[in-house]
């Protein structure tokens, strides 16, 4: 029960990276909710490759293809889901990889799982290609959580620790055959105040698991972040005040708009962190497992040298999972 | 359903600062394990308050009273529940606290989820005493964990940015008036590989859930963590090779045990940034709801100028907390 | 996770019949509802023993300590636990179904599942003593549905297959020292058409999952139940009218208040099968662990003959946790 | 987060009777498993129309087509989702109940719930079509459970009435222009004791939350189910006894292999009771909604005249659904 996330609106992710088709269920959508179709495939269109120098040129279009759960374009409450085809199936390249296990992918550890039954074709579930339906069901609710009102916007901070022309590192390792990672931001702007639960079910936890849900994640803070482990509680508190409107906003935000679990009504503010692509040209050293002993390994095809710009809308669509499982509808 | 977690083993947390009691609910235990109560007691008063000059003056023993699960100290299958008794359930010190909320509390936001009707004395549920329940579920879980070979441990790594000497920071802000905040880092080690589900319940999704339920945590990191977002993937990616005793190990460990959700075999390591306790004995500026206008408010009573010592073990506890939910007992 | 129940209000039930104390946990009530404890306790009285010459003779009060999540008597939006304590926690009585496992009881079958580490005393979890939690809980539901116009009644239909005087059956058995069985109906007025959700979330799905909870119970059926096994589609069918205030309803109601597990607006209407009381003074034939082969087994100690009388209230608190758990409050 | 079920292996179910494809999505399938597509097409065609003159003569091949979750044709431990297209999704036909609910089908409830935005079509999510993916879900449960000796057969126990003679039923009505109704018996046999769980998550509760996912169920009993209300406990209750082979059984198995919700070796056994099927040709009362007044209804096409021959596979695919969910793979 891996691939599912939610109580109110469920999303299940399925497929792999060569299979049949990948795609999206989605369990609990309100009916009469008429998606726009255009906008949705502009949001797809930014996690696909092939739209720019910096990602992979595998190129295959992230259409959608709706399989139920619409009359039209509009939801009629029945579970939707939606597919795309996967039109490379082949499964050629990976015969090494079946035997020697990518340092800083899931090879290993699937294998170890799934006994060796599990898909090595393209890292078959643990895929990033598996983050197209997650952004099919983000771009949905993004378009909802905007009918109340609720924006999530997130952007490169930086890549390679590099703020200012973050996508010059991106060039120099991809000269260098190697990969970088970076810092995704993510704004969600419009909450009202008193959304999220205490404890295990509070805006924190929620969208935290949402996230580490996409390939590559290994750290996640809310406002302040870690700079708050160096802070003192006068500098970090921050105060609350009536705004000229009435409405009650903090001075500062180093609480990221979640306090206690529950949004405060300020603008909740999350940043992640991407390590960089694993798959570099580099021969690097790994292990056999049918001889039983270290190997090398060298990856061949192209591959996305840093995965931080098209992971900018998925980072979005699982913080969008996170909140409309969290408000009324 | 906020105070629940768990889908092998339950865990819900109930109480308020000043109920009659606080405790923990546990569903799911295997029947027929032995819980070592004093070594149980040992770990809860690593978390009690009054142990040392660093944490708040209130005197209550955590001495959790076990209603049911037990047959003597060993588990029989049915829920087990524990709790402790509030011997000081006055609210009289928390009147302006009703009107004014504290900054960086969860005071505002509660007030505006529950309309009022929350409970405010001492925080209510949002307290940091909450966390003692946590530890009595965690301590147990740990008990189990160990038999399968898991051992979990957390330690403060730094306090107020300070790695040296972190204690001497607690101090400082103490003279001060002030609070102050820290990192602590999880160890877990015994992890077989193969333990994890890809996706939403991947071991960094599941520990993230269960890790901010502990109050003041606004930030998660996993292995290299945010430092990975400045690496290269030659530098960043573990290499694999077989030990010695034939088992798959990695040279580094920048993935913290964890790959595509599922542990590697090598140690689950993860950081989490603790923010200054939010009470201060500085006058801070707030709101007046009955006023409708801004307010000072001043904090009385004594309160840990730093919460990280003994946030410690509530670390461990949530570790366990997640990883008992995802092995097989 | 047995003892758990709900998505949106989670019914947790822990206890066993010899425990230090039994209770409840629910986790998602909402804030501000004011408990009236008198109407509370004298639901709870329903289902205490030693009430009338029917039940069993132990005697005790089934009075409800609320150790957290109210206010007074008003819920604050934090997790409430309620316990009843033990008086009699002596478990000498039950040294030979330590032994020999009761037909008709979970002795068995809970041997094998602990591995003999249940809790035998009184039946442990399973005692038909757990259902005062389960009333404590559905004892707050029906106040909270009562509020929105739903209101839940159940009463006996027969018992021992007697219509007219049920009574008169239970008479009958104890005075032969052996147990009788029988049927509760309920009903649920006020129901709102549109209530509930296809497949596995319907009413009938959610109110059967409930109900199996409440021990001896052997069936359920709704609206005309088996009896539509041998009608016709034209008899069947309700017809759809307007009725005069412009509401829709149906001329019949074989359905009872249920198509597609949406609810129809028409009163929802279930029968529950009870089976008899499977503790009775004569002996029966059971098997012996120690000795390994056959043995007979007297069960002493007083016992109802008939479990259905009390049962009542258990029935409308099962009904109660299902339809709480699926409307919006 | 209607069309899910289950919590070790989830089954979630989607698609409308004309929307491109119905199918579904199994998320926690062991890896390694190998399906036999051959006994699962033969399952299928149970369920499947125009195979026999007592069922609608609509001719869709239920042939699934595997999405992803598989290599070949062994499960790889990814989610597994299957489809079967829509071959026919024309939705001409259904104007008239656009306007006018058919008397016993869930068109007025789920135009109340979904606010009109509804799928009409052949009854939208309602249909009993969507017990095909069911039956692919419930076909590879049966496999997977055959691996671990459990055999679920269920058949007709009576139709109309009819117990010697049942499909005489079916005939007479079908002359008549109606339809009958008729129970379904399940037996599930090679269950070993100590499976399920006390409380809310038994056996009894969990096969009825599942088997009331089949359209048309309006009752469900275990053992002697409903005949327990007549018994006495001293016929109703099983006597344990040692078996020649040292097994412990049961000399009757009124308990249906059931005891708290916990599997007692017995086979377990139990009855589903299906209404007629609304659809009959003669003309009936209903209402319009556009005209806000009473209406007649003639439902035109060709429909089952009892649905019950074709559920024999679907009680079967939601028995084992329940079943796989709680035992260790």
């Given at each position: 029960m891996s691939s599912g996330y939610g109580n109110r609106i469920r999303t299940t992710i399925f497929g792999q990276s060569h299979s049949g088709a990948i795609g999206v269920t989605?369990?609990?959508?309100?009916?009469?909710?008429?998606?726009?179709?255009?906008?949705?495939?502009?949001?797809?269109?930014?996690?696909?490759?092939?739209?720019?120098?910096?990602?992979?040129?595998?190129?295959?279009?992230?259409?959608?293809?709706?399989?139920?759960?619409?009359?039209?374009?509009t939801t009629c409450g029945a579970p939707l889901t939606a597919i795309i085809r996967n039109t490379n199936t082949r499964s050629g390249d990976y015969s090494n990889i079946r035997d020697i296990p990518r340092p800083g992918h899931a090879d290993y550890t699937a294998h170890i799982k799934y006994g060796g039954y599990e898909d090595v074709s393209g890292g078959g579930h643990f895929s990033g290609r598996l983050t197209a339906p997650l952004c099919i069901a983000g771009g949905i609710y993004k378009q909802i959580l905007q009918t109340k009102g609720i924006v999530i916007e997130a952007g490169i901070l930086e890549i390679g620790g590099n703020r200012s022309d973050p996508f010059s590192e991106i060039e120099k390792v991809r000269e260098a055959g190697d990969s970088v990672g970076g810092i995704i931001q993510c704004r969600i702007r419009g909450m009202k105040p008193g959304i999220g639960e205490p404890m295990f079910e509070g805006l924190e936890n929620k969208i935290a698991q949402a996230v580490?849900?996409?390939?590559?994640?290994?750290?996640?803070?809310?406002?302040?972040?870690?700079?708050?482990?160096?802070?003192?509680g006068s500098e970090n508190n921050d105060e609350f005040f009536y705004d000229t409107d009435g409405t009650v906003k903090t001075k500062t935000?180093?609480?990221?708009?979640?306090?206690?679990?529950?949004?405060?009504?300020?603008d909740i503010i999350f940043r992640v962190a991407f390590k960089p692509t694993p798959s570099i040209a580099k021969e690097q050293n790994s292990i056999s497992y049918s001889e039983g002993r270290n190997a090398k390994l060298v990856i061949t095809g192209r591959h996305d040298p840093c995965i931080v710009p098209r992971a900018v809308p998925c980072i979005e669509a699982a913080a969008a999972a996170a909140i409309v499982d969290m408000i009324e509808l």
């Open positions: 989605i369990d609990g959508l309100p009916a009469g909710f008429r998606i726009d179709m255009e906008e949705l495939q502009e949001f797809l269109n930014r996690r696909a490759p092939g739209r720019s120098k910096y990602t992979t040129s595998r190129k295959e279009a992230d259409k959608p293809e709706f399989l139920c759960g619409l009359v039209g374009d580490f849900a996409v390939p590559a994640v290994k750290g996640i803070e809310f406002g302040a972040g870690f700079g708050v482990a160096e802070m003192r935000n180093n609480h990221g708009g979640i306090l206690g679990g529950i949004s405060s009504g300020m």
